[in-house]
């Protein structure tokens, strides 16, 4: 055992969470140690390959692996931060004491204060043959193949129509991989409508109320029996089916990992709308043991850009409470921060999250505005198929058929409220708009808009798309967005559908933007009939044309 080393700030985890707390503290001159148990920094952020959504401040439109590029950059060029890979935290003490277990030695660590962001784990469900192999979390998927390069499987039942659920489907789509069904127990999808039209698009079918009853297969993973659950979540009998499937895929949520906590006796509460079990703690993210800090998913599950706003006001407000200057600077900028993460929360999508903060007694000395805590539109369609309705569609398209003949425009697909603004941001032409406020939904203005397909690449969530109708006598031209292999060819012949994945017609390639601006969202014009501008939403590429 080596002898006690003291330490300013000692950070446990080094995901998007703790190295935003680390960052935050350090950039104040505070000495910063950072522990992470696996060899390499990042937590979930080294498999996310898809586009963050929020506000421009927090990297919204940049995808998680390069969000994780810019922080690991940052740290490497701190000289206050000291990184301690391989390193797990076995235990702390009451006396905070905390010993770690580094190169086969275990070492002891007092430091003056301790940010835990030690993250979540997967949860789990009850049906029969759930040992069968061939069943895996959403996140084990996620790290197979984007992390490791391994396909877990080729025909995925994913149980779970979370954001997880849904951003894991779509990369089992590009990665090659059939998605059977995504299947829902709630009678409506969890997470961002967005995400679900676009695997709605690539004709994955999505069953709300409906859930798993077994698996089957002797050796392996060979199908499952799923059935559809009434409005009180009972199974309705004689509604059993079977989908083939060589894995099951669970997505059914997470619960953040408080063990360290409760041996440090840190006071925890159940708060369902959080995940399970969270420390009790204050607006600052400190615990009820003084100088013990959280941050991230350990607090309450939420998305990455919470978890590193979370981080930042941890580690300012212990460079605050170490510093001996700056005060009233970092002040601010937890203000600032404390801002930030309102703002995310303030629209219906972060009612659940809001509640649960309210049982802990949280709400940021802030009442929410609730002119933003509700949908603007009726997207109770829209919510429980992944397909927007027809009134939700007239919404968002021109009130006069007369406007698509001014040339090509963009059309925003985005019906739900949550933060997000980098269309809006993106235009050139100021001729996107949320109202000043990133909860509300994108409108774009036909007048300004010059189709030029700009927002096609930059919208996280694949929702913008461009019209020209009248591109010939006979034909339209669509521009949509493109994230699978192989890329089309100029002059290619492919399969075009419909919102729901139905075939439409056969279209013609006739541009494509694929540059580093595009960040591999490729923007692509497909010339079609022009009976079929309002359908057309989707194409595929034939393997077999590309030699």
């Known amino acids: 055992m080596s002898k006690i080393q003291n330490l300013e700030l000692l950070v446990v985890g080094g995901g998007p969470a703790g190295l935003s707390a680390a960052l935050a503290a350090a950039n104040y001159g505070i000495k910063v140690s950072l522990s992470e148990e696996r060899e390499f920094l990042g937590g979930q ?23 994780l590029k810019k922080l690991i950059d940052e740290v490497n060029k701190n000289n206050n931060i000291e990184v301690l890979l391989s390193s797990r935290v076995l235990g702390i003490y009451e006396d905070n004491i905390v010993t770690i277990l580094n190169d086969h030695k275990m070492k002891k660590y007092y430091p003056q204060s301790i940010i835990f962001a030690t993250g979540a784990s997967e949860k789990f469900l009850a049906f029969e043959n759930n040992d069968l192999p061939g069943i895996f979390g959403a996140g084990a998927v996620q790290t197979l193949m984007n992390v490791y390069g391994v396909l877990p499987a080729t025909n995925v039942l994913m149980i779970g129509s979370g954001n997880i659920g849904l951003i894991v489907s779509y990369q089992l789509l590009q990665a090659g991989v059939k998605v059977a069904a995504i299947v829902e127990a709630a009678p409506k999808i969890g997470g961002y409508s967005v995400h679900a039209s676009k695997l709605r698009r690539l004709g994955v079918p999505i069953l709300t109320s409906h859930t798993i009853k077994k698996a089957i297969g002797k050796e392996k993973v060979e199908g499952a029996v799923i059935c559809e659950l009434d409005s009180n979540w009972n199974e309705v009998k004689g509604t059993e089916q079977l989908i083939k499937c060589d894995a099951i895929c669970l997505s059914v949520g997470l619960t953040p990992l408080v063990d360290l906590l409760k041996q440090r006796k840190v006071k925890t509460t159940y708060v369902s709308e959080l995940g399970g079990y969270v420390p009790l703690r204050d607006e600052n993210m400190e615990t009820s043991i003084k100088n013990l800090f959280v941050a991230g998913d350990v607090s309450g599950i939420e998305e990455a850009t919470a978890a590193m706003i979370e981080g930042q006001i941890a580690g300012l407000s212990v460079a605050k409470r170490i510093g001996k200057n700056s005060k009233d600077e970092i002040e ?8 930030e993460l309102e703002l995310l929360r303030s629209g219906p999508v972060g009612k659940k999250i809001r509640k649960g903060l309210s049982k802990l007694g949280l709400n940021h000395g802030k009442n929410y505005n609730e002119k933003f805590s509700e949908e603007a539109l009726d997207i109770s369609h829209l919510m429980k198929t992944g397909v927007p309705s027809e009134e939700n569609l007239k919404n968002k398209l021109p009130s006069e058929e007369k406007v698509f003949d001014k040339g090509p425009i963009a059309i925003s697909e985005c019906f739900q409220r949550f933060p997000c603004d980098p269309c809006v941001k993106s235009c050139l032409f100021n001729a996107i708009s949320e109202n000043a406020n990133i909860n509300n939904i994108p409108y774009v203005d036909f007048e300004k808009c010059t189709g030029c397909g700009i927002c096609v690449s930059k919208c996280p969530g694949l929702a913008m798309f461009v019209i020209h109708k009248n591109f010939s006598e006979t034909t339209s031209v669509v521009i949509m967005p493109y994230e699978f292999l192989p890329r089309p060819h100029k002059g290619e012949i492919v399969k075009v559908f419909d919102r729901e994945g139905k075939y439409l017609c056969d279209g013609k390639v006739i541009r494509i933007l694929d540059g580093k601006f595009q960040d591999k969202t490729a923007a692509v014009s497909i010339e079609i009939p022009k009976e079929y501008y309002l359908q057309a939403r989707n194409f595929k590429v034939e393997e077999g044309n590309h030699g």
């Open 45 to 67: 952020l080294i498999k996310q390959t898809h586009r963050f959504f929020g506000s421009e401040k927090e990297y919204a439109g940049t995808r998680g692996i390069d969000i």
């Open 332 to 339: 601010e900028r937890i203000e600032e921060a404390k801002n």
